[in-house]
């Protein structure tokens, strides 16, 4: 297909992107133009917009104006034909007033006032920006150690995160979301058990990632049963020992709780550090990717490899020689994006000109194993996986090779591992990243995840349940004869095709979901692609929610033996609120509970409708809150006002009636309960019609709970989909409030598109 283009001159004919409905949302609600809140450019606007911007680039190297919108062309047609993609960033702002295209910056934290709080406004012209950012923390003194200049003592690492983390709550990205932030700190930091477990309370620093950067040496003394030393980064002396057993136990144990904290294996990540003469790496980007010098950013693009097949004598095989193309245009595209780029800071703008990190990577694998009838669990799948990326790998080295030849090496080429080996323009070239939001919008699979759901029910808009179904398991169905809408129902329900018997095997096999997947395999392709990506593999290795620590430690274990940078892990239904890892949420949360009958509350709205009343008590006044969502009343706020009165106690009540209500408890029962407690300070005070605060709330409740409360929703829907949810968990998304998927190293919502990694 076509789209008609017009400008001064004449009528510009070009390729039209074959987008499904869900990625034309998704496209319009974050990625178009949009002026006076109105969407003011196609979705081919945007990538020709961010072609020939990025083409443009190329007139400092010489490039006549004919040659440039040729390129301009090659890029337009590699993205509008979803065979490419580039990081949100770069889609977003390319051609427009912001200009910044990195997804992601690591920013050094040195061990001063200054300089810490230097970071933290660095982070936030960075978040403001669209990127995230990742800091290591272990130059940070251990807490309580003595402060000479003051006189004081140190607060120590982690408390210092809970300020960026305030600082990351304050600001967003783009105008629009929180920024993302990773938290490492080193294994043999006194303050690491402090560390490990800092986000043992879900509610706490919630803007960031964390991971333990582990050495060789503590994996060794792990093995062994031996105590390794914690060193005082300020002093560089050894302040204590612990039982590496002990510590590797406790990192376990919280993984196994809610997903972190993550491992990476730094002592792996500086050996193929490019440029040692610069210094160590030290920490990664939010989702752990992509590890980066201090003041480093990288800009990430991942190829479509659903799209890199062809058939041969009736049997579909990898397009060799269309990956290869993509992949060198691709590497191009993104050193022409360095230089297209718009940096927040000086300082940043040098580091990455210097080196010139690119990252490519690929999505939609699970896609490409599924059109060659491979299953994920399997040896094929490891060997393809390892085939794939080792060819991008060298077509990418070659192509980067051609622009060293064309434009020069990277500034920073002397003293890098390239030296006197091979002369290149990029420091790094490849990544394997999470593709979230990308790879809805080329309606493929994430990263190198395996499918998360063969099928899964999506409430609209108006409230009607939608069965979203995987096209390609609709189209063999349909090929095989066994398609039907109750048996997609069926599967949306549980979201699997196990036990399913009315489906072929061979089908159910490579239909194979993420959590039917033993742990093992996960870590198998993580392994396999990691052998030929210069950077790191974002992956999610998931449990069932049966899975032991013991599980998770040989997780931990495997991915140290087989050579990843780094591993995360998540356990179906390890947080506050279950996520939607198949079928829908009702069904996985019965799935996940515990064998007693153990109720959770259904998730609060992002937009609710209610009334507040202003009750006389003994201590002043009470200001009750009713709200109610599309069901029925869901939540109860208090507020004492300027008199005081027993807030907390209020607070408490009104939580406590809230998550009830939303757990199926009759409001009635509730009414019935609080009704007629009676306080002295209430009783003595005259005009006080109410016995206490819980009787109070009583009669409000009691007062509206037979109105129609939620009759203003249906205006409110337009609103909804613009309203951020202001009280989110680790399994809510931020946007819409729905459950979200923990695939590729991030958070990602199926339902509006929301990526914690943009």
């Known amino acids: ?21 869900n990625a034309r949302v998704v496209l319009e609600k974050r990625y178009l133009k949009q002026e006076n809140g109105k969407v003011c450019e196609t979705p081919e606007d945007m990538f020709y917009r961010v072609a020939s911007v990025i083409a443009g680039i190329e007139k400092q190297y010489g490039k006549s104006e004919q040659e440039i919108q040729s390129l301009t062309e090659e890029f337009y047609t590699m993205m509008v034909n979803l065979e490419f993609m580039p990081n949100s960033p770069t889609l977003m702002n390319a051609g427009r007033d912001l200009g910044q295209l990195s997804a992601c910056f690591v920013l050094p934290v040195e061990d001063s006032m200054e300089d810490i709080f230097d970071a933290i406004k660095n982070a936030a012209i960075i978040h403001k920006s669209g990127g995230g950012t990742g800091f290591n923390f272990s130059r940070l003194r251990p807490k309580n150690s003595m402060v000479r200049s003051t006189g004081g003592v140190a607060s120590g690492p982690v408390s210092f995160m809970k300020v960026f983390n305030a600082a990351t709550e304050a600001v967003k990205q783009g105008g629009t979301r929180r920024g993302a932030n990773m938290g490492i700190l080193r294994v043999d930091h006194p303050d690491i058990l402090e560390f490990i477990n800092c986000k043992e ?5 919630t803007n960031f990632n964390i991971s333990v950067a582990v050495t060789e040496e503590f994996m060794e003394a792990v093995k062994e049963g031996l105590d390794y030393d914690l060193i005082d980064p300020h002093s560089g002396k050894v302040v204590n020992r612990l039982s590496a057993r002990e510590v590797f136990n406790e990192i376990t144990e919280h993984a196994w709780r809610n997903g972190e904290p993550g491992m990476i294996f730094i002592d792996r990540i500086n050996r193929d550090n490019p440029t040692p003469q610069l210094g160590p790496i030290e920490a990664t980007n939010p989702c752990g990717e992509q590890p980066l010098l201090p003041n480093e950013a990288c800009n990430l693009g991942s190829i479509n490899l659903k799209l890199m097949v062809k058939e041969e004598e009736g049997k579909k095989v990898v397009d060799w020689e269309r990956l290869g193309s993509v992949t060198r245009l691709a590497v191009r595209f993104l050193d022409d994006v360095i230089d297209a780029n718009q940096y927040p800071l000086a300082i940043i703008e040098k580091m990455v000109k210097g080196n010139r990190k690119i990252g490519l990577g690929v999505m939609g694998f699970a896609d490409l194993l599924i059109l060659l009838q491979i299953s994920y669990a399997s040896p094929e799948a490891e060997e393809l996986a390892e085939k794939i990326m080792c060819f991008i790998q060298t077509e990418a080295r070659l192509e980067s090779k051609r622009l060293a030849q064309e434009r ?8 890098s591992v390239y030296e006197g080996q091979m002369e ?11 593709t979230g939001t990308i790879s809805m919008i080329c309606g493929v699979s994430s990263g190198v995840e395996p499918l998360f ?8 808009m108006d409230g009607t349940p939608l069965i979203e179904v995987n096209p390609l398991f609709e189209q063999y169905a349909k090929q095989y004869e066994f398609y039907s809408p109750e048996l997609m129902e069926k599967i949306s329900k549980q979201g699997t095709l196990a036990g399913l018997t009315e489906i072929p095997e061979w089908i159910r096999k490579i239909f194979i979901t993420a959590q039917e997947i033993e742990p093992e395999w996960h870590i198998r392709i993580q392994a396999a692609f990691q052998k030929y990506t210069d950077n790191a593999v974002s992956k999610t290795i998931n449990f069932a929610h049966s899975a032991s620590k013991e599980d998770v430690a040989r997780a931990f274990w495997l991915a140290y033996e087989l050579g990843c ?4 892990v998540y356990r179906d239904g390890s947080r506050q609120e279950q996520v939607l890892s198949a079928g829908t949420l009702q069904n996985k949360q019965v799935a996940s509970q515990p064998s007693f009958n153990t109720i959770l509350p259904r998730p609060r709205p992002p937009v609710t409708v209610g009334v507040t009343e202003k009750v006389k008590i003994g201590c002043g006044n009470l200001y009750v809150s009713v709200n109610a969502d599309d069901h029925s009343i869901c939540e109860v706020f208090t507020n004492t006002g300027r008199a005081g009165g027993c807030a907390s106690q209020s607070e408490a009540t009104a939580r406590l009636i809230s998550i009830a209500i939303r757990s199926g408890i009759s409001v009635d029962a509730i009414i019935e309960q609080i009704s007629g407690i009676r306080c002295p300070a209430c009783i003595r005070r005259e005009g006080v019609n109410v016995t206490s ?4 709330i009583s009669r409000v409740l009691k007062k509206y709970k037979d109105m129609d409360l939620n009759k203003s929703l249906a205006t409110l829907q337009n609103i909804q989909t613009k309203t951020k949810a202001k009280e989110t968990t680790a399994n809510a998304c931020p946007e819409c409030g729905k459950p979200v998927n923990h695939e590729s190293g991030c958070v990602i919502c199926i339902h509006c598109g929301y990526s914690k990694c943009g």
């Open 1 to 21: 297909m076509i789209v008609l283009s017009f400008n001064e001159d004449n009528v510009v004919t070009r390729l039209k992107a074959n987008l499904s409905a």
């Open 201 to 205: 309370n879900n509610n706490d620093i």
């Open 408 to 415: 020069g090496v990277f500034p920073n080429y002397r003293g």
């Open 424 to 434: 290149l323009r990029n420091a790094t070239l490849t990544t394997i990243a999470p």
């Open 453 to 460: 759901a063969v099928a899964y029910t999506k409430t609209v």
């Open 565 to 568: 940078k780094g591993i995360t």
């Open 693 to 696: 605060c819980p009787d109070a």
